[in-house]
């Protein structure tokens, strides 16, 4: 299993930047993969970005050039790094972490448990 904790979430002005942070429970280099997502109340869990460790990248067309994945393997921290903030950008930002358990058993997700970003106009 993985636990996640995020931190870094908060208010912004539109144009501001904010950086969130995650913490996982195990070594970030053995996670397949790790991404955010992120909700508005009544509606769905939205890709934000999903990037497989070692591999492809994948952003969400709304944030792209403007939001940044990033590993610290040293401090063990995953990282993202939004500039040029919109009003739109307001949701609950999660974590996820993909472990690979193999054949017959599949990759699992894990969540973190969200944390608030407000952009005002």
């Known amino acids: 299993q993985v636990q996640l904790a995020e931190s870094g979430g908060g208010f912004a002005q539109s144009g501001g930047s904010l950086r969130l942070s995650c913490s996982p429970s195990r070594d970030i280099i053995s996670i397949y993969a790790m991404g955010w997502y992120r909700q508005i109340p009544g509606k769905q869990r939205e890709l934000v970005v999903h990037?497989?460790?070692?591999?492809?990248?994948k952003y969400a067309d709304s944030v792209k050039g403007r939001f940044t994945i990033s590993r610290d393997t040293d401090k063990n921290l995953l990282y993202l790094q939004m500039n040029n903030l919109l009003p739109e950008d307001t949701a609950v930002y999660y974590c996820?972490?993909?472990?690979?358990?193999?054949?017959?058993?599949?990759?699992?997700?894990?969540w973190g448990r969200g944390t608030q970003v407000t952009v005002s106009s």
């Open positions: 990037s497989i460790n070692g591999g492809v990248t």
């Open positions: 996820q972490a993909q472990m690979d358990y193999g054949l017959g058993y599949g990759i699992v997700d894990y």
